[in-house]
């Protein structure tokens, strides 16, 4: 009965156990899948460039936007970025978009959260376009720094936590939850890791915690 009970507080709190907080998965990556609605400006949402949505992300029009508004400029630059119609850099271009709205939540909601939602975006990026030290987006060290850095306990304790399994207090489920929902986007990326960096060794050692994470 107790394991019933912490999966279900998951789902009440938005993060069910299988899913995680999004769906839909491409190259192995986890993105949102829902439809952008109103509030963007409709002659933005036809934009063929996210130029024009860059520049109105600097006006003071989107400084009270609701969180669902962000999501909704998300869910629309990040399905650009994975159009094969469009062309390498203009997937790129929306594929930043998408991580500027990601920026504009990360006043609504955990670092954790602004962690893995920036994570899918990176991971999909780095995936699909390569490796770059030139590009931020692409930067995989500093993605895999990021990452750690949020992270919020040592690999110790995390591997204590789960010694009860989905058995766990429900805090605890949600924490393990965030930490799975941070590391698993590098998940397509770990044959990327196997150079002799400290953060990419760090990193793999969290990544085999990651099937004993509820």
Request: net charge positive.
């Amino acid at each position: 009965m107790a394991r019933k009970n912490s999966w279900r507080s998951l789902r009440a709190a938005g993060e069910d156990p299988k899913l995680g907080p999004e769906h839909g998965v491409r190259g192995g990556t986890r993105l949102s899948a829902s439809p952008p609605g109103d509030g963007i400006p409709g002659r933005l949402l036809g934009a063929s460039s996210p130029a024009e949505l860059e520049r109105y992300l600097l006006t003071a029009a989107v400084e009270d936007w609701p969180r669902e508004l962000w999501v909704q400029l998300r869910v629309l630059a990040v399905g650009r970025m994975q159009s094969s119609a469009l062309t390498r850099e203009t997937r790129l271009s929306w594929g930043r978009l998408a991580l500027s709205a990601i920026a504009g939540m990360a006043r609504l909601q955990t670092p954790q959260q602004t962690t893995a939602d920036s994570a899918r975006a990176r991971a999909y990026m780095i995936l699909e376009f390569g490796v770059s030290d030139s590009d931020a987006a692409r930067d995989l060290p500093a993605l895999c720094s990021e990452i750690l850095r949020n992270l919020g306990v040592s690999l110790e304790a995390a591997e204590r936590l789960t010694e009860d399994g989905r058995s766990a207090p429900r805090e605890r489920m949600l924490r393990l939850r965030r930490i799975k929902n941070m590391l698993t986007p590098l998940l397509p990326l770990h044959a990327l890791l196997n150079e002799g960096d400290p953060v990419f060794q760090e990193t793999r050692s969290w990544m085999k915690l990651i099937p004993h994470l509820p």
